[in-house]
């Protein structure tokens, strides 16, 4: 029995397991794969939720995002109104809509940029808005997840600052001891952060 032993002490070893570890050199720990890949994913929605947190809207935000929701069913329902108008009122309709011929077409296009730039620069603000919410719901929901299965809360970033930190806490100890000081790159954007 003790040939038996030590054979398979040399080819599982005490500690580890030769065969294994022999292997891995061949091809990658498809499980250790995976934990780095979703540690990657988590820090990359860490830095994500920590870019676009923000705080509440003022009073003229929010006067102004309910005023974006009045132009198109106002538009909807000004068109039934002079249908309905021209049928009532005829000769009320033909002089208002004289008047409105008398506009000057240069006017009708300065109305229409400015209208449009306003509200589709205010389009664009919920836009972004709408990431920045959905990224701290997904990170929160990600804590969660995260909580359920493993007990602790993972370090949560919601500012910049601690973006960085985060990335490295979340890379497994394999990844971190990568030296990547020959990237001219990095070494440039390492010196933009630091002199923000």
Known sequence: MGLIGNIFNILFGRGG?????TAEVFRENSEAASVRDADLQMAALDAFRAEFAAGRDGRFNRFMDGL???PRPALALSTLGLFGAAMVSPEWFAARMQGI???PEPLWWLMGVVVSFY???RHQIKGQEFQRTLAT???RERDRTWARATGP???SVFRP??????VRA???ARQRAIDTSDNAALRDWREVQRGR
Request: proline content about 10%; cysteine-free.
């Open 119 to 121: 509200f589709g620069a």
């Open 68 to 70: 974006n929701r009045v």
């Open 17 to 21: 397991n030769v065969i294994r570890e």
């Open 170 to 172: 979340a890379r497994p």
């Open 101 to 103: 011929a008398l506009v």
């Open 153 to 155: 809360k993972p370090p």
């Open 161 to 166: 600052a601690r973006a960085a930190a985060t």
């Open 137 to 139: 719901h997904l990170g």
